[in-house]
């Protein structure tokens, strides 16, 4: 299993038919913060941060990590992909395993950017690190995360409680080589 560190990083931008995945600028932060604040972002995750919180913490440049993907519609931010490797989680299966979290402004939803972009870093992540299979975790009222993750090929591994409500972990094999 390779890391994402030993991944170049960051890649060259990645363009889909209608977006820009690109790592994180210092004009991003207020996106970030609009993101990270938002009460309908934040439905199924717990709930929303402090705004005032993330003015004070909330480095220049936001997301400026191994593995997180500014989504760019339009020379403007709309969202984050993020692929992290899970070192703890409460199902031992996602453990080790590489992560897909993404998080998109609520005007985005509902136009098919989050398959789009998902599908996209995905792609990226099969061809840095074949043979790696990933997960995806939410929460089982968000249908409509529940109804992305099948479109990108997530299959349902195990069910848990957490955060005073049920979850849902889904796991998308390894693609496999192209001949």
């Known amino acids: 299993m390779a890391d994402l560190g030993s991944v170049d990083w960051p890649p060259a931008p990645i363009r889909t038919a209608r977006l820009l995945l690109r790592e994180a600028e210092a004009r991003d932060r207020p996106v970030f913060i609009e993101l990270f604040s938002s009460a309908q972002v934040h439905t199924y995750l717990g709930g929303p941060r402090p705004r005032g919180d993330l003015e004070r913490e909330m480095p220049a440049v936001p997301g400026g990590w191994r593995g997180s ?47 789009e ?46 955060w005073d409500a049920e979850q849902w972990l889904g796991m998308r094999p390894p693609a496999p080589p192209a001949r």
Not at 85 to 111: I, M, N, Q
Not at 129 to 146: F, G, I
Request: charged share 20%; glycine share 8%; aromatic share 8%.
């Open 69 to 115: 993907f500014v989504v760019e519609l339009d020379g403007a931010m709309i969202g984050q992909i993020l692929l992290r490797r899970v070192t703890e989680h409460r199902c031992p299966a996602a453990v080790g395993k590489v992560d897909l979290g993404y998080l998109f402004l609520p005007r985005a939803w509902g136009s098919g950017y989050a398959a």
């Open 117 to 162: 972009a998902c599908t996209a870093a995905l792609d990226w992540l099969a061809e840095v690190l074949p043979d790696e299979p990933v997960v995806l975790t939410t929460q089982t009222a968000n249908t409509r995360s529940l109804a992305l993750a099948a479109l990108l090929g997530f299959t349902e591994v195990e069910r848990f409680e957490a």
